[in-house]
Every structure is written in C-alpha cells, then in structure tokens.
C-alpha cells in the first residue's frame, strides 16, 4: 500500500541516485546496511549534505520500493522496509529488511550478492510555514553547475538497478545464471546482459577497423615509393577498401534481444554508444 503523504508529494519529489557497496550483510535477517547518500556528485550534479536530512514523514511509514514504482503503479508493493537511519559524515547509513514477495527475493539477491549497488531517494527541499524553501537549504554554484542540499526531507528510497557495462565477464556470466521471480529485475539482467554483449562487438569491430586502416595507410605509403609496382599496390588498396565496406555492410551481432521492443533496443544500444560502456 503506497502511503498517503507520498502520493501527495509524489509531482514535486527530486530523485537523487548514488552507488553504495553493502557495508553489511546479516543474512539470518534478510538485511544489509548500506548508504542511501553519499557526499558524492550524482548523475545530475547534485549533493546532499547527510546532516541535512530530515525524516520525520519517512518514519511513519519507512517503505523502500523498486525504482520508485509507486508514480506509475497504483497497486505497487514495498520490497523492503528501513529499519534506521544514521547521519554519518560519509552519508545517510540504514539498515534495509527485505520482504518475501517474488520483486523483494530478487531485490535482495542482486543487492546482497553485488550485482546491484544503487540507490535512488526521493526529497524535497525543506519548507516554512509559508511554504518556500528555507533559506539555504539549497545552494547552487554557477561555476561548477553543482547543487548541494543543505537541507532536505527524505520520503522513500528505491532499489535502482541501472543496467551498466563494468562487470568483468564472469560477473555477466553469473548473472546470467541467477534464477530471477520477477519481470521486473529479469529485464534488468536481460538489458546488463544485452549492454555488455553490444559493448564487446562494438569493440571487436573498432579493432578490425583500426587495423584496415593501418593497412590502408601502409599501402598508401607505399605508392610513394617509385620502385614498388603502381598496379599491384593500386589493387591491393582497393581490396582493402572494399574489404572496409564490407565489413560495415556486413555488420551483424546476434543479441539476447527476446521481450524488448525496437525501442527498447534502440535506447540501449544508444546508450552504450554515447558513453555508457
């Protein structure tokens, strides 16, 4: 059941993501404590200050979700449950309990085992009673284009499971082993998959290309040198050049695609092209 005051805040929530490795994991419980904020930048240039936080509408009802799917899902359910937060100067420290459902099994595995390390909570600035934001509660510098919440109301915290290409190839590979409950982070693990396989065959075909290259610019060198036979180097530099070609037409990567949508596809893809491998 989502909570009233967070479908009444729900429009104006700022979601910060951070990285955080488990700090401790009590498996006899269900747990792990770990790190909500960090004095770290997230990917939208924002701190927030630990000592700042105020959870005083958090702790009425301390719910921990999967990727915030309390906006879009009416009928969303908690995964987890925050037992305690402690303001340290690294971050916001908590211990989270997981529940038993099939979306909390599989949230409590990828985290507890490492394959997940993100976190993403939902704030607002702190108001007064005439409703602005109090005074330096946010503080913006032009010339680094970074914000830092001084002063912040937290009212949940979500499991982010961000689909990245840093894991080694054994990590892919056991990952790809896990028996998942939940549509939810099967996809998760279906896009890392498909992440780390588009990022290795854009790298394998960098490398054949590069090479051509060489050896284009080796022949083309060579037809400086009046001794060596115009017409055989001429040739040779032509076949490489339609070799080029037809590697680029030939282009095909046979990817664990089944389940997503062209677009899906495309944004993937594009993500590992713009940066994210």
Excluded: C
């Amino acid at each position: 059941m989502i909570p009233q005051y967070l479908k009444e805040v729900t429009k104006n929530i700022k979601l910060i993501t951070i990285k955080s490795d488990i700090s401790e994991h009590l498996k006899s419980e269900r747990a792990i404590v770990h790190y909500i904020s960090t004095p770290d930048l997230d990917r939208h240039r924002d701190i927030l200050n630990p000592k700042g936080m105020d959870d005083s509408e958090f702790v009425q009802a301390p719910s921990v979700w999967y990727n915030h799917n309390y906006k879009y899902d009416p009928n969303a359910m908690p995964i987890a449950k925050s037992l305690w937060r402690k303001k340290q100067e690294a971050g916001v420290l908590t211990k989270t309990v997981f529940a038993t459902t099939a979306q909390a099994n599989d949230a409590y595995l990828l985290h507890s085992e490492g394959f997940i390390n993100t976190w993403s909570v939902g704030i607002t600035p702190k108001y007064d009673k005439e409703g602005n934001a109090e005074k330096d509660s946010i503080v913006y510098d032009e010339k680094k284009k970074i914000t830092t919440w001084e002063k912040w109301k937290m009212f949940e915290y979500s499991s982010a499971p961000l689909p990245a290409n840093v894991y080694a190839q054994d990590q892919i590979k056991a990952m790809g082993e896990i028996e998942l409950e939940s549509v939810e982070y099967k996809n998760f693990v279906h896009e890392t998959i498909l992440s780390h396989t588009i990022n290795a065959r854009i790298e394998q075909l960098e490398g054949e290309m590069a090479g051509l290259k060489m050896l284009y610019d080796l022949v083309t060198e060579l037809l400086k040198n009046k001794e060596v036979v115009t017409k055989d180097v001429e040739e040779l530099k032509q076949l490489i050049k339609e070799q080029e070609k037809q590697l680029i037409k030939n282009i095909s990567i046979e990817l664990p695609v089944g389940g997503f949508s062209d677009d899906r596809i495309k944004t993937i893809v594009k993500n590992v092209v713009d940066g994210g491998r």
